[in-house]
């Protein structure tokens, strides 16, 4: 009886050493000031590829995942691409700003030239400048959410119907991301409200300012009601805060900024509202599917399920393989030009283009519990969401800037 016991084992173990892996890492900060945001990617990451693992894998393929401390640096992010090669990593998965996507775009490129036969994809979900869709785009590199004037035009559709916001103020981070969201928010919400006014705009160093009580007070002398912001992490926090502790009853109209310290500071700051864009936000009941996984989640690691992101672009590289029957990054990238189906979040297509990744986009805000519209709070507060508004992404689709240049075109 012993004796096939062990047998069982030693064929199981031999059976599971087999089955081949495909090496997948993320890329994003793990220390310092943005490195509650970064744990929160790395979890939802290694979350995404255990639901697929337990399902099989990708037509049997397993995903590994890695993790680099990029420290939200161009340079370290290009670093961390050459240790994640030289790891055997064939995907990479980079978040934290435009900035240092485009730099671990520009590494891929370079590396992909020199080593063709040991290519790497890059699956970018937080990196939303359009410049990464046009004089920076690149077969290499794949968009898995919507680019900076697609969700910018979601706002706008929502700020036609909110009649209260009447005096807008920009605040943003000063690097590309930032600039292109002060400057797509100017012309599309204006458009959109012909009526309200533009009434100052301003720039700060990401991940450095430790008090944002001198922005928020040329906000409040300009008269803004609202502030257009493509503040993230801990720098968003620190803003809502401070609008908090001055009493200051500001909207903030932002891309993403779901994560604890952003819940923690509305919590406290209750007269302050943050509205953001995504394909999908904490709580919403209408996915059924996203919703069990979040309760899996937060099972698992004891912290709410923020972020679709991880999981949409991970499902993205799935069906690449899938599609290609191969982890080859060359074959992945083209079974993945134009195809459709069915994702987590709805229905969407990969535009051949450039490789973005078009998905219906929602317009949420928090709201406190209320047993009815918002049933759940996060991180410990009494904050939760309710949807705005919806918007396909056929309403969304901006013309196509890229110059494609495929391998051995």
């Known amino acids: 009886m012993k004796s096939s016991i062990f047998a069982g084992a030693l064929l199981a173990a031999v059976a599971a050493q087999a089955q081949p892996v495909m090496k997948i890492a993320m890329i994003d900060p793990l220390s310092g000031p943005m490195a509650d945001v970064g744990k929160i990617f790395e979890n939802h990451l290694r979350f995404a590829a255990d639901n697929i693992n337990a399902a099989g894998g990708m037509d049997g393929v397993k995903l590994e995942v890695l993790a680099y401390d990029n420290k939200l640096s ?154 257009v912001s493509g503040n993230w992490g801990n720098d968003m926090a620190l803003m809502i805060r401070a609008a908090g502790d001055a009493g200051y009853p500001l909207r903030i109209l932002t891309h993403s900024s779901a994560n604890k310290s952003t819940m923690i500071a509305l919590e406290a700051a209750k007269i302050v509202k943050l509205s953001a864009v995504g394909d999908w936000f904490p709580g919403d009941e209408s996915n059924a599917v996203l919703a069990a996984q979040a309760v899996a989640f937060e099972k698992k690691y004891k912290e709410p399920f923020y972020l679709a992101r991880l999981s949409t672009a991970t499902e993205l590289l799935a069906q690449g393989v899938k599609k290609a029957k191969s982890t080859d990054p060359v074959k992945i990238a083209l079974a993945l030009e134009d195809i459709s189906y069915r994702s987590l979040v709805g229905d969407v297509k990969v535009r051949k283009q450039d490789h973005l990744l078009l998905s219906a986009q929602k317009i949420y805000t928090n709201q406190v519990v209320d047993g009815k519209l918002v049933k759940k709070g996060f991180d410990g507060t009494n904050q939760g969401f309710i949807q705005e508004s919806v918007s396909p992404a056929s309403a969304l689709t901006v013309p196509n800037q890229c110059e494609m240049k495929r391998p051995g075109a």
């Not at 400057?183 to 533009?198: H, N």
């Open 74 to 227: 161009t340079q370290e992010s290009q670093a961390a691409l050459q240790a994640a090669v030289g790891a055997g990593v064939k995907a990479v998965f980079v978040g934290g700003g435009s900035a240092t996507v485009g730099a671990v775009v520009s590494a891929a490129n370079r590396h992909n030239a020199r080593n063709p036969d040991k290519a790497v994809l890059v699956f970018n979900y937080g990196g939303y400048d359009p410049e990464l869709l046009g004089k920076q785009c690149s077969f290499w590199h794949f968009m898995t959410d919507a680019q900076v004037p697609m969700r910018m035009k979601a706002m706008a559709d929502f700020v036609k119907r909110t009649p209260e916001i009447k005096k807008i103020y920009f605040l943003n981070p000063d690097y590309s991301f930032g600039r292109q969201w002060t400057a797509y928010g100017k012309q599309m919400l204006k458009e959109a409200r012909p009526d309200a006014e533009l009434v100052g705009e301003d720039f700060f160093p990401t991940g450095s300012v430790k008090d944002f009580a001198p922005y928020i007070a040329k906000m409040r002398a300009a008269g803004a009601d609202t502030v």
